[in-house]
């Protein structure tokens, strides 16, 4: 019988700790997490999606690079941060096809300013209609270049320290860049949002090859030691991290 008893508990702590390692990381909801029972009951039980928002995902899951876009639960986290520091001006680097832009615009008062930074007219292109449908078109400033260019020219045209809020998710070899660009760009208790930080897991010991998965191993390293912000690195989506410019 305490054999039976100690056979059960291991196996029953077997199941425990593999289900804590594979749900650590669920993913994205539309995504890799879309089969996930538990990230589903989430998103069924906490989403608020504004029809226009719900019309540009069901859009862009179209798009064959669809998993590019921001977790949907993760967009309405970065909205409430929004709502809860008051924000009226915003910079999105690597648009995409807009979601989480238009849900940051939707999120501000009708001051609000978000400038989107998108390199892809394509993708440019899908999002347009949406902004426009939704009222916050206005709001929205889309820049079709090389993102770090239009953070310079930000900087340049003297707006370091008058944003609120950043949401750094486009190349990931320049995430550093981007990174230290926004800190200058933010206002003291402004937000850094950077996304994929965890990138699958694969920043854990990353491969020699894998330059990508060392380039975010580095960033989060140096965060985690960077004495300008406070920080949380968060399981949502792909990693989030929400950095706070001291």
């Not at 909801?29 to 990230?39: M, Q």
């Not at 949401?167 to 206002?187: G, H, M, P, Q, V």
């Not at 191993?217 to 406070?230: C, G, Q, S, T, Y």
Request: proline residues 2%; contains cysteine; negative net charge.
């Amino acid at each position: 019988m305490a054999a039976d008893i100690k056979m059960l508990f291991c196996f029953g702590l077997a199941v425990v700790l593999t289900g804590v390692g594979k749900s650590a990381l669920i993913g994205k909801s539309h995504s890799d997490g879309k089969d996930d029972v538990l990230l589903q009951y989430v998103v069924n039980n906490s989403l608020r999606e504004h029809p226009v928002l719900t019309k540009l995902k069901l859009r862009t899951l179209e798009d064959e690079w669809n998993r590019m876009m921001v977790a949907i639960e993760q967009a309405q986290l970065m909205a409430n941060l929004i709502r809860l520091i008051n924000a009226t001006k915003a910079i999105e680097i690597g648009m995409y096809t807009g979601y989480n832009a238009l849900s940051m615009a939707l999120a501000m008062p009708e001051s609000g300013h978000v400038v989107a930074c998108e390199i892809s007219e394509t993708y440019i292109d899908i999002a347009k209609p949406f902004f426009k449908e939704a009222g916050v078109e206005s709001k929205i400033d889309i820049r079709q270049q090389p993102a770090l260019d239009t953070l310079n020219e930000l900087i340049a045209a003297g707006e370091a320290g008058t944003y609120d809020f950043v949401f750094i998710d486009a190349d990931k070899l320049n995430y550093d860049n981007y990174y230290e660009k926004s800190l200058e760009l933010i206002r003291k208790g402004g937000i850094i949002a950077i996304d994929n930080v965890l990138w699958s897991g694969k920043v854990v010991n990353p491969a020699a090859d894998d330059h990508t998965s060392q380039a975010l191993d580095a960033l989060n390293k140096k965060l985690h030691k960077d004495e300008r912000i406070d920080l949380s690195m968060l399981t949502v989506g792909d990693g989030l991290t929400i950095a706070i410019k001291r």
